[in-house]
């Protein structure tokens, strides 16, 4: 058994030792609330990048499109070209028109405060709303991290899942608390270029030792010609347009996730997004078809069929299969890294919705550089302990957990931050009954709307209503002036 070998622990100690290291560093540089939530708008090219891109992938990247290309095939391929194409849109036009407007906005540093500074008529109501929203999802969010952690320690370790779990999270928790935004924002440069290379490294070994690309494409045609139709199931019935739409409609929810346009509102000039952009979509492109390679290679290597959500173990059974033992306990720790560079920067936006926007509303209070600071640190502590709350019953479904609050926030904040950017006629009222409507429809609509549209990606319906919500009311108030 792989993790019998004692290298496979070195391995992760050696990780976990760098990530540490890390963030006592980024405290040495972490003063005030805009480093601590922002790093001060200092992140360079490569740490933006890189940054936005782990934080954006999670373990999902690791573990569910693996699981997902070893289940469906080409199918996956929809989801990842989603994926992708939101990458690339996001990065060409969402973060240097976000950079500029966030620093003209009083210098923003949570996306409740660009709206707020937006629309001062509405100020109070749209940095609550916002942060109520924020911290809706991020719970679930973080929760399903935390569910990923400690399954990943009790599958591979053999740990018991509780204290798995709670070690997961005192990791996450005290480099966050510590170092803020630097210390997560370096950490996932580190965390990025590792499942870079883990990824990368264990297609390749993996398509190597089946004959190249074409003998694993001829290998793959011989056991099911379905596993390479973009159109098919494995069953061999055709794909439904709806379900390509949904997979396709993954890709707006990167318009909406907080822990993503941070860095947008963080790099240090708007003349480093096309450098930044460039590393950005590179990574993401190699990353997304290095995982789809090994869940489909998979197939062919792992001996025992992996049944239902079993599937997402592909990535970790074909590691004995590819690498030394202290190599395949790098890549372990990778879907680690993948897990926590997730769980971080869901924590710092959550807190910062706490103690940036929740308390002045509720209090009417400024406090020193040096309580708000003490507050934001505390913040972290109390959301990782809901967090871990829920991830505390091993039974919890990752990637529903996941699709769901990735839905909740492209729906809730993506028109809204898109026709506030781009479209002038937008009106404060307007973009406030937006968020309430994208984020409602998205709570709602696995209760009520797959009843209307059966596996309909509820991302969609949210999307559109709160785009139509917006464009009508504000349409209704020019008119009226």
Known sequence: MLTENHLVYVAFALYLLVVLWIGWMAAERTHNTADYFLGSRQLGRW???????????????????????????????????????????????????????????????????????????????????????????????????????????????????????????????????????????????????????????????????????????????????????????????????????????????????????????????????PGARAIAVTWSGCCLLAAMAVGMAGVLLVDQPLVGSDSERVFLEILPLLFHPFMAGLCLAAILAAIMSTADSQLLVASSAISEDLYHVLTRKQLSERRQLLLGRISVGIISLLALGLAMDPGKRVLDLVAYAWAGFGASFGPALLLTLFWKPVRGMAVLAGIITGGATVVLWQYTGDRLVSGVNEIIPGFILASLVIILISRSYNSHQ
């Open 47 to 273: 740490v933006a990048a890189l940054s936005a891109g782990a934080s954006d992938m999670s373990g999902w990247l690791l573990l569910g499109l693996p699981g997902f290309a070893y289940a469906a095939g080409l199918q996956a391929g929809w989801l990842a070209l989603g994926l992708f194409a939101g990458t690339w849109i996001n990065w060409k036009w969402i973060a240097p028109a976000l950079r500029q407007q966030s620093g003209k906005a009083g210098d923003a540093i949570t996306l409740p405060d660009f709206f707020a500074h937006c629309f001062p008529d509405h100020a109070r109501l749209m940095r609550c709303i916002s942060a109520l929203f924020i911290l809706l999802f991020y719970l679930f969010y973080t929760g399903s991290g935390l569910v990923a952690a400690g399954k990943l320690f009790e599958s591979v370790f053999g740990f018991d899942y509780l204290w798995a779990t709670c070690l997961g999270t005192l990791v996450i928790l005290v480099y966050t608390v510590i170092g803020g935004f630097l210390a997560v924002s370096w950490t996932d440069l580190f965390q990025g270029l590792l499942m870079f290379f883990a990824l990368t490294i264990s297609a390749f070994m993996a398509v190597s030792i089946l004959g190249g690309p074409l003998g694993a494409i001829d290998k793959l045609e011989s056991a099911n010609p379905a596993y390479l139709d973009w159109f098919s199931a494995l069953s061999g019935e055709p794909v439904t347009w709806i379900s390509i739409l949904s997979l396709l409609g993954w890709g707006l929810g990167y318009f909406g996730q907080p822990h993503i346009l941070a860095r947008f509102m963080a790099i240090r000039s708007c003349r480093m997004i």
